[in-house]
């Protein structure tokens, strides 16, 4: 089973980066192989329609996405969204390579309101692609997790990772030419 963290947060000190380490650390207890992306590790060029649709980095991406069977998105609220450097590399996605797959969606707020509308966006681009979207939402505030996460919210992210695990094996161990163990 292959699972993707995507931080939409490269630098190594923001919370986003530090919840997706976390998540890393929760998948690969469940003995998975983790694949960690940051914009920067994905390196692709602003998909700003200028882009060849071949462009070898592009195809790399693909190919990348399409091995996996689940997914766990992070990312901090930004204006009321997930960030652009987020987006942009799922603008480089047909829908094959996450097409039946399972997510799970994490998003940080800096103020005092839950990142509810970044999770909802999220959600809509994940079932865009033709992923399937863990009913459980984490919201999480940027605080919270520099200072550390509670046994509680901690409990709460374990739970989205077990659904989201789970989940994936049961799509794939169903779907005859995907059989995962
Ligand atoms: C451009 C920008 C827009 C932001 N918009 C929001 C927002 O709409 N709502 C919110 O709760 N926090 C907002 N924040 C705060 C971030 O969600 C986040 O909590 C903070 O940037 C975390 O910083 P860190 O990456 O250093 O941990 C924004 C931050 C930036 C840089």
């Not at 986003?16 to 976390?22: P, R, S």
């Not at 790399?60 to 996405?65: E, M, N, T």
């Given at each position: 089973m292959n699972i993707m963290v995507i931080s939409a947060i490269s630098?190594?000190?923001?919370?986003?980066?530090?919840?997706?380490?976390?998540?890393?650390g929760m998948c690969e207890k469940r003995r998975v192989t983790v694949d960690f992306v940051t914009p920067t590790n994905a390196?692709?060029?602003l998909n700003d329609g200028t882009v060849a649709w071949d462009l070898p980095e592009a195809i790399?991406?693909?190919?990348?996405?399409a091995a996996i069977h689940c997914h766990f998105w992070v990312s901090p609220e930004y204006h009321g969204s997930m960030t652009g450097a987020m987006k942009n590399l799922f603008d480089y996605l047909p829908k094959e390579p996450m097409r039946g797959d399972a997510i799970g969606l994490l998003a940080l707020a800096g103020g005092a309101m839950a990142a509810l509308n970044t999770l909802n966006g999220m959600a809509v681009v994940a079932r865009s692609l033709g992923a399937w979207v863990a009913p459980e939402f984490c919201a999480l505030n940027s605080?919270?997790?520099k200072a550390g996460l509670d046994e509680a919210a901690v409990a709460r992210v374990d739970a989205l990772v077990e659904t989201v695990i789970d989940m994936g094996r049961r799509l794939y161990s169903t779907a005859p030419e995907n059989n995962v163990p």
């Open positions: 630098r190594e000190s923001s919370t986003c980066y530090m919840l997706a380490q976390q998540l890393v390196e692709l060029p790399a991406w693909q190919k990348r996405v605080n919270d997790v």
